[in-house]
């Protein structure tokens, strides 16, 4: 099996380029190496190596910065993910595509399946739901991946800055009305990796999210007691709960984003099972 992986220095391209197995050949890109945006580029990649699957793990995932990067949060996840479900069907290559659960307005507090209709409140929700339509238009061997609050040891995201933050103040105010399902980047790696082994590829779109329903601030609790176990400063850290009208950002976000993950998990021969937050909060500290 032959991949080529874009975005391969985020969180999940670094978690895939961990995970991939030994005799699978990956070629993988950054945004130095294949800018996704730069049509030729990306067909003369494809042209070149001619994977069996792209996986599209880039993105720009920026949520707040893209409600006044319009045109650069369109460029990579709407027209950056059409260049490259055009070049996978020239060569005749899957291509598995990850999206977000922000591509929902969350206003019913239902759980996401994925036959619901898509009404993003963001910039950066509208950019991936045209990157949706776009790819699934263009080829149809395409999967697209739909997940939610990425967090992982590599790259940015939540874990990390409430590790940091705990160190630096006693109490840390979070966000304490938006419900969601924090996923570890190495077990959405591993459904990936499962679903790109199956010999009857699957198509359309998917949910895949961690298991537990949680705020932010829910989160920020959990994050804060398993680091104590490690590191005796993270006991005296507060979480004071806020409300979403309380914390200031440019973006609104979806109340609600809970995804369903049983499509997926029924498609696996395996299906993934949530690796414990213990296990992450412990390679950040040692
Ligand atoms: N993080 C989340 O909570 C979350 C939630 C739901 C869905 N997702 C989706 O999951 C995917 C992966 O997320 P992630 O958390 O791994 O993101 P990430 O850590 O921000 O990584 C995204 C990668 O994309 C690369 N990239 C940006 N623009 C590019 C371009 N024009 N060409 C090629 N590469 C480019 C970035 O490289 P540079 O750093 O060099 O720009 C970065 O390495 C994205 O599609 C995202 O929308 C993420």
């Given at each position: 099996m032959r991949i080529l992986l874009t975005?391969?220095?985020g969180q999940v391209g670094s978690c895939l380029r961990d995970r991939l197995p030994e005799n699978w050949e990956l070629i993988a890109s950054d945004s130095q190496t294949l800018n996704i945006t730069d049509a030729h580029n990306v067909h003369n990649m494809v042209k070149t190596f001619e994977p069996d699957i792209i996986i599209n793990a880039?993105?720009?995932?920026?949520v707040d910065a893209a409600e006044t990067d319009i045109a650069k949060a369109f460029a990579v996840n709407a027209t950056g993910t059409l260049n490259l479900a055009q070049a996978a069907r020239t060569i005749g290559a899957r291509l598995i595509h990850l999206s977000t659960e922000?591509?929902?307005?969350?206003?019913?507090?239902v759980i996401l399946t994925e036959n619901m209709a898509p009404n993003p409140l963001n910039v950066y929700g509208h950019s991936k739901l045209a990157g949706e339509l776009l790819a699934l238009n263009a080829h149809i061997d395409t999967a697209v991946i739909r997940t939610s609050w990425v967090y992982s040891e590599h790259g940015h995201n939540f874990v990390k800055i409430m590790l940091q933050k705990g160190l630096e103040t006693s109490t840390i105010r979070v966000v304490d009305d938006q419900i969601g399902c924090p996923t570890y980047a190495g077990d959405l790696a591993e459904a990936i990796i499962r679903l790109a082994a199956l010999t009857n590829p699957a198509r359309g779109i998917m949910h895949f999210a961690g298991s537990q329903q949680m705020s932010w601030a829910d989160f920020a609790q959990r994050i804060f007691a398993e680091a104590a176990e490690i590191d005796e400063r993270y006991k005296q850290v507060k979480v004071e709960r806020i409300a979403t009208a309380d914390y200031q950002s440019a973006a609104t976000r979806p109340e609600f984003g809970i995804l369903d993950s049983r499509t997926i998990q029924n498609i696996l021969p395996e299906p993934v099972a949530d690796t414990p937050l213990a296990h992450i909060i412990a390679k950040l500290l040692a």
């Open positions: 975005g391969s220095k880039a993105g720009y995932t920026k922000q591509v929902f307005d969350g206003y019913h507090h």
